[in-house]
């Protein structure tokens, strides 16, 4: 997270890390076991990577949204979350991990660089920069939640872990 004097940037990255109210990213995957990356948990049409990989997704959608340039928008849900079927292995695993760290920091960026918060995006006097931030940080930490529920359901959180 960067250092700013602006209180609405601070809360901006503290929201994009840990809000003061819920898991980081980092805690919540840390130490998860790759034998349990493709593992459906009980009542749960999904697994902890195609969870990772949606959150992965939708923030890079976005971050593509709140950029210039063009922006092509994506098929919900179908580009949003991995096919059911589909698997990873610990390379796509650490990949997904990865982009969603390197997209977050870009979101960081931009906090710090933008000119102007509440600039519109795309042209829509409802859509300001700030709200597409928000909209991130909020999306993430709802399945970041989701992700450290799942972990207590399944008995992946390594042990001594409170």
Same mark, same amino acid.
């Given at each position: ?81 991995? #096919?059911? !079927? *589909?698997?990873? &292995?610990? $390379? ?8 969603? @760290? %390197? =997209?977050?920091? #870009?979101? !960081? *960026?931009?906090? &710090?660089? $933008? ?8 042209? @829509? %006097? =409802? ?9 991130? $940080? ?25």
């Amino acid at each position: 997270m960067a250092t700013t004097t602006d209180p609405l940037r601070a809360q901006l990255h503290a929201m994009l890390d840990t809000g003061n109210a819920h898991m980081g990213f980092d805690d919540a995957v840390a130490d998860f076991p790759l034998d349990a990356i493709n593992t459906t948990p009980p009542n749960v049409p999904y697994t902890p990577w195609h969870l990772v990989e949606h959150l992965r997704r939708t923030q890079r959608d976005i971050l593509d949204y709140i950029r210039p340039g063009d922006y092509e928008e994506m098929t919900w849900p179908d580009e949003y979350w991995p #096919a059911r !079927d *589909e698997t990873a &292995d610990e $390379a796509a695993w650490n990949a997904s991990i990865q982009a969603f @760290r %390197d =997209d977050r920091a #870009a979101l !960081d *960026e931009i906090i &710090d660089t $933008a000119p102007d918060l509440n600039a519109t995006v795309r042209g @829509r %006097d =409802d859509y300001p920069l700030v709200r597409g931030i928000v909209t991130a $940080a909020s999306h993430n930490s709802y399945h970041i939640g989701e992700f450290a529920i799942l972990r207590q359901i399944m008995g992946t959180w390594p042990p001594g872990h409170e």
